[in-house]
């Protein structure tokens, strides 16, 4: 499990990104990463990791219907 350094990190929002403390809490990690300009993330979702997905875990309500017209 990855620790935050809180005190870095409100710094870099409160002060850095001048944000409200009220907008501060509000952000996820990830948004916050985001806002820093830390350039680390996922790929987008392509097509075929959609398909694995549902494969994974259908949505198991016995409906052919696999949403095609």
């Known amino acids: 499990m990855n620790r935050f350094d809180w005190p870095a990190l409100m710094q870099a929002g409160l002060h850095g990104l001048r944000l409200s403390p009220a907008k501060f809490w509000a952000l ?17 979702l392509a097509r ?16 052919k219907n696999d949403g095609r017209h």
């Open 48 to 63: 075929s990791g959609l398909e694995a997905l549902m494969r994974a875990f259908p949505d198991g309500n016995g409906d």
């Open 28 to 44: 996820t990690p990830a948004e916050l990463r985001l806002m820093l300009g830390e350039a680390k993330g996922h790929a987008p």
